[in-house]
């Protein structure tokens, strides 16, 4: 093979790696898309392969819109298709579907809207502009939104909301994996405080695990105000910066990647004095 040859094909390569830069956003806006419309909540009810017409009456959709749709996220392993009988093919869950479906055990439906969200995506069309400014410490959200993460969240409860139920979405996958694989970790400990605890996912799972815990979800005020209440679980507002409830034990998932190095160690500080059982 020639140089020239192989030259070709790396421009060949070249070209299509660029296509899919361009057009990577299709993806997440498809997901969202079957989001909005309920596609893996209706699929996985109907109980077999889907036809489309069905679907598209289920959904009250224009049914040849609909298919490509479909098409997209079967190509992707979304669905799969199968064949119903030699005219007509049906739609079936995947275990990547079941992620899409709203309310489910391991459903990513809440960081999906959360992370393709406008408020959360304006940061990332000044991204070029963020990297030739010097001299401000402003974070990038900050500039395209007004104001930082916190506040906004604080100012605008939809968004709070759609945040705090993102987090709940990693900390159901997280902390099942942890329950089920290291359960001796909280073997004693009495009581437990999450630090940045949101809505209180984790401690709901992990005082489900472990009924003799008591939980503490600690976060802003504004946050804890509506987090569910729960007989095993206190919920308590402040600022971790200033002080952190006392437990035998604490924990924080999602919360050092947010600081430089100096404000984590406080943090770190601050957990280490709210708890005598290390």
């Known amino acids: 093979m020639g140089d020239m040859e192989v030259t070709r094909k790396e421009e060949a390569r070249a070209e299509i790696k660029i296509?899919?830069?361009?057009l990577g956003y299709v993806k997440i806006a498809v997901v969202k898309c079957a989001i909005e419309l309920g596609i893996a909540d209706v699929i996985e009810n109907y109980g077999s392969p889907m036809p489309l017409s069905e679907l598209a009456t289920a959904l009250r959709c224009e049914p040849s819109r609909l298919h490509r749709i479909m098409r997209f996220m079967v190509h992707y392993r979304i669905f799969k298709q199968e064949h119903i009988n030699h005219h007509t093919v049906g739609?079936?869950?995947t275990p990547l579907s079941r992620l899409l479906i709203k309310g489910g055990e391991k459903s990513m439906v809440a960081f999906i809207l959360f992370v393709s969200s406008p408020t959360w995506l304006a940061p990332w069309h000044s991204l070029s502009a963020r990297v030739l400014e010097t001299g401000n410490d402003i974070s990038p959200f900050e500039v395209a939104n007004g104001k930082d993460l916190w506040s906004y969240a604080e100012a605008n409860p939809d968004f709070s909301e759609l945040f705090n139920n993102a987090m709940g979405c990693d900390a159901r996958l997280t902390v099942q994996a942890t329950i089920?694989?290291?359960?001796?970790v909280f073997d004693g400990v009495k009581s437990l405080v999450d630090v940045g605890g949101?809505?209180?996912?984790?401690?709901?799972?992990?005082v489900k695990a472990f009924p003799w815990i008591r939980g503490?979800?600690?976060d802003l005020p504004h946050v804890v105000a509506v987090a569910p209440k729960s007989d095993s679980i206190e919920n308590v507002?402040?600022?971790?910066?200033m002080s952190i409830p006392n437990a035998d034990a604490a924990f924080l998932m999602?919360?050092?990647h947010d600081w430089d190095d100096e404000e984590?160690?406080?943090?770190?500080?601050?957990?280490s004095r709210s708890h005598s059982r290390r």
């Open 19 to 22: 296509w899919n830069y361009m």
């Open 264 to 271: 984590c160690i406080k943090i770190l500080k601050k957990m």
């Open 180 to 184: 089920e694989g290291c359960p001796e």
């Open 91 to 93: 739609f079936s869950s």
């Open 216 to 218: 503490i979800n600690f």
């Open 237 to 241: 507002g402040g600022d971790m910066f």
């Open 198 to 206: 949101g809505n209180g996912t984790a401690l709901s799972l992990l």
């Open 254 to 256: 999602w919360v050092l």
